[in-house]
């Protein structure tokens, strides 16, 4: 037992070292650059990665996907692990008086889906997600006001006007809109604000380079983010844009300030939760103040998220 154990950990440790050696060689080639421009009198940004500036630039409505990616990005949202574990399962859906199951195939075969089966997914999970915005939207006013006859007419009057919002769009064919309101990843409006702060951040926060895929993590798909040092690169599934964000740009902080300490820390990290079970015991460092994984996300990313708050707030009031 001692040996398989030693042979355990000597490998762990060579393979950290490999690492180690390959992160810093690399992330030095990965410094991404930016460049601040001016168009139409505004303020705009370029980063190195044409993709990169392309999302930004769609998040806060200054671009739209096209018609195509926006298809696309439909089908990995419905083939996400949380959203296919949904509509694998019987459930009652609003409009969908039925508790058969909304999709029986493989998650292979959904991300080849026709547009029609497509869309036919998307009319009932586009209800479901008025509906619960209104159901929140009710339970956020009556935790904050005491409930009264005319407060439950107004919640449910906001209600009412989401689901039909839908229905119309549903009955008018406005496909591209509802593939819009189902992925929320695109602004109705340009937030220039906001625009300006998450530039800001990603200047403060290591300028990573951010890439939209399916099963972004590739240890958990599960996860839906995933960072890697050695090309100083976010990727994320597009539909969990800020969420992944903000998790994944607190490790490019890391690296940006001190990439051969970072670099070193993690090494230890995954050394010692190596033997029994790597991913299990890596996975209790999150939790454990001093370690990198706790650093990133217990501490850097709280500060990242009030940063952005603070600075929309400034740039607004300019």
Do not use: C
């Not at 496909?175 to 906001?194: C, F, H, M, S, T």
């Amino acid at each position: 037992m001692k040996g398989f154990l030693f042979i355990g950990v000597a490998a762990s440790l060579l393979v950290a070292i490999l690492f180690f050696g390959f992160v810093q060689v690399s992330y030095s080639l990965f410094r991404w650059n930016y460049a601040q421009l001016s168009k139409n009198g505004e303020i705009m940004y370029s980063h190195q990665d044409p993709g990169t500036t392309k999302f930004i630039e769609v998040m806060f409505g200054k671009d739209q996907l096209s018609d195509n990616t926006r298809l696309t990005y439909v089908r990995w949202k419905l083939a996400s692990s949380e959203e296919f574990k949904r509509i694998s399962q019987p459930h009652l859906w609003p409009g969908y008086q039925s508790e058969e199951r909304l999709w029986t195939a493989s998650r292979e075969h959904l991300l080849l889906a026709s547009e029609g089966e497509v869309l036919r997914l998307v009319k009932v999970l586009a209800l479901d997600k008025a509906l619960s915005e209104a159901k929140n939207t009710i339970n956020s006013t009556f935790d904050t006001v005491p409930l009264n006859p005319n407060q439950t007419s107004t919640a449910l009057k906001i209600q009412e006007r989401n689901i039909s919002k839908i229905k119309g769009l549903i009955t008018q064919n406005q496909n591209q809109v509802l593939y819009r309101y189902y992925l929320a990843i695109e602004k109705d409006q340009p937030d220039q604000a906001g625009y300006q702060a998450f530039w800001a951040i990603m200047k403060q926060y290591g300028n990573p380079r951010i890439v939209l895929t399916l099963d972004a993590n590739p240890i958990n798909s599960a996860k839906y983010a995933f960072y890697a040092a050695h090309t100083n690169t976010v990727y994320i599934e597009p539909y969990k844009f800020w969420d992944g964000i903000k998790q994944e740009m607190s490790h490019s902080k890391q690296f940006n300030d001190a990439p051969h300490q970072t670099s070193l820390r993690f090494i230890k990290s995954l050394v010692t939760s190596a033997w029994p079970s790597p991913i299990a015991k890596y996975e209790q460092t999150y939790d454990i103040p001093g370690e990198p994984e706790y650093d990133a996300h217990s501490v850097i990313q709280p500060e990242l998220e009030s940063e952005f708050k603070r600075l929309s707030l400034k740039f607004a009031e300019k």
